[in-house]
């Protein structure tokens, strides 16, 4: 089908000779909200951090990841992510002496820096990033709630096909809270996003057209977007 | 056996330009030669007995064992003096052809061409060109070589040669006093402000030709001055050794600032003595960048000597392969509020060794001074090595002190990160080292900065995997 843009095909992935994640299948669609998951140490990370192709992670042979209907197992992450992908970081890390310009710059190199200061200072004032951070090392001083929002900033200006939110709602305040999500939102369109959670919070506010559940490395449940209203009652249960 | 490296100059497209020497020393060091030297310079009395004496200290001394390893240098195998032209240019049109060849070739900035009358430019141990512009002259400035100072300037020269660095002081600060040639002397009047930065750029082109410029700069009350070198050396064979000495007298109320861009080829053993001695608030700030050679030791130093006096040392060490840079900072506080400040940045890649070596010392005398040391180190992968010996020696109960030293490694969870946003490899590893030296090449001049940033990204996009 075309209207697929990420396809996993019996997913296999190790660490270190341990199985983390076995035989996921997966079929995500074009504009689509999903959400992942699942109890700590499902596996969900690793599942965002094989697609993006983390080389600390070995993928079995049977393995098959097709994105936007190319093959992209053996792309370096550069070469998937340059395909359309993103991934914003549970814990984003602090590059020292590189800003948020410098990296957008190199990231789309054949974009103007006037054209790429002018997106990040309009979107950062849409998501309330103090602008003065703008100006210094990525992620450095920054709080939990500001990390989070120069990721979903990067992404703005990025403009993937597919985003993996990994816990995006971790570590941030309930304002901050509402202004991701309301920028998320806002900038959808046709971007397929994949948020992965612990938690129902995000998913009050983006209201997934899908939710999966992860547990021990397999996928155990889907359903819509009432499933996480389930969960959060329940929690994950014993299965 | 050592072998010869492959050199990154080679990536700059530089090819050897082969020389026409007009003198040279036979091979090897004595007496005869030492005197042989002073001779060919008809230099006065003194100077030959200063170099006579200078050479007994050499030859009693030993090898440091403390710093890199310096074994492999053949004291035998090296030419210790030799001129390439009989007498100084007077202007760039008296500049022979090939030099300016290879001064084509090396691609020397812009800013020589638009400040040529200010820069002093070394071929071998003679200075071949030398132009000093008008208005420095007017100001009363003196830039000369040095060896041409000693005669036209016997007084001032006189006073300040050997004051701050005497030749006992080490092993190659011996050995430059014994065989020096070459080097800058300035003067800089009372209360005068040279607006442009003096520059200097320095060239080795000769098998086994050692390198042993002296420098000699006196800042007069109130004056300041920017002095910059840089160095670019085209290929050889086998070792080179290169020590130089620096002498940097900063008078009351002065300023000098020194910025070393030190860009030697891979085989060249480069130590070097660098002093500045700073009275009653003068400032003395050496910025020191060492990106090439085999092996460097050099520990730029401030004396501050006069009461208020500040001395600053920015230090940026890079080390790639079998390069060794030892590299540090010496501060001694002899008088009441003096300050001090050392930062210390080094990055070691593919198997690279930087060392940092500090040594701060605060005398009874030198009551409510501040001493402020920070060395980052960065490592590119498990193979290189990053080591730090800071020295303090406080013996004035009210002093501030303050020290961080850290170490960061590029690792796995940066490169993806960044990767996460399309950037490859190579690429996020210039972007870190670069944001990583940014707070140090800040402090350069912009022509040198650049360049300096393209030489960081030549070297690591020669990495692999």
Redesign the interface.
Known sequence: MNNIILSLKNLTVSIKDKKILNSINLDLEKGKIYAIMGPNGCGKSTLANAI?G???YEIHEESKIVFNQKDINKL???KR??EGL??T?QT??A????SIF???K???PNKELHKISEEVHNYAKELKVNEELLFR?LNQNASGGERKKLELL?AAV?KPKLIIFDEIDTGVDVDALKDIASFMNKYQKDTTYVIITHYNRILKHVNPDKVIVLENGKITRQGKANLAIEIEDKGYGNN | MPTSPKLDVQQLHISPVSYDYKYQTPKGLNEKIVAQISAKKEEPTWMTDFRLKAYQIFRNKKLPTWGADLTDIDFENITYYLSSTDNIARTWDDVPDNIKKTYDTLGIPQAEKDYLSGVSAQFESEIVYEGIKKDLEKQGIVFLDTGTALKKYPQIFKEHFAKVIPPGDNTFAALNSAVWSGGSFIYIPKGVHVKLPLQAFFLINAKNVGQFERTLIVADEGSFVHYVEGCTAPTYSTSSLHAAVVEVFVKKNARVRYTTIQNWSKNVYNLTTKRAWVEENGIMEWVDANIGSKVTMKYPACILAGEGAKGQILSLAYANGSQHQDTGAKMTHLAPNTSSQIISKSISKSGGHCSYRGLVSVSPKAKNSSVHVSCDALLLDEDSRSDTYPVMKINQKDTTVQHEATV?KIG???L??????????S?AES??V??????IVKEIPLEYAIEMNRLINLEMEGSVG
């Open positions: 993006l983390h080389p600390s370096t992450t550069d992510v340059n993103f991934l970081f984003p890390l590059l020292t002496g590189v410098e990296l957008l190199q990231a789309q090392s990067q990025l | 960061e796995e969870e940066k993806f990160y960044m990767a996460s946003r399309g950037i490859k490899k690429e972007m870190l670069n944001g990583f030296i940014d707070p």
